[in-house]
């Protein structure tokens, strides 16, 4: 069910975020072809725990619009074998390719996801 807050996150909140702090990325899709998207790079996340308990330690934390125009859709990607590039540390020139470990959330038209 998606609420009010979903429904005006999705509209004005989540946009404006990628206004002031995104930056674009390349996504890799399997076999797909290559779009560059806009996401909010979160660099040297903390660790997270999988449902077992077992600690994760990414290293990166993306996050986009669950779209399959203008982000990644949490239907389309195939954790594992897709991919994104991005530079890892400010002023580098070389970007790096990440793979996708897990998908943290998907709420409010925005997908979270664990890079390694």
Known sequence: MT??????FAAAGF?????????SIAYL????KRRVITAIVERNPPAIFDASGTAILPTAMIRVYNSAT??????EADIGSDQVEFVLKIGD???HI???NTMLSQDSGVTSWALI
């Open 3 to 8: 609420t009010r807050f979903d429904s005006h």
């Open 15 to 23: 946009p404006m975020l990628l206004d002031n702090f995104g930056e």
């Open 29 to 32: 899709p399997n076999g797909g």
């Open 70 to 75: 203008s982000g990644i859709s949490s239907r």
């Open 93 to 95: 020139v070389k970007p």
């Open 98 to 100: 990440f793979s996708f």
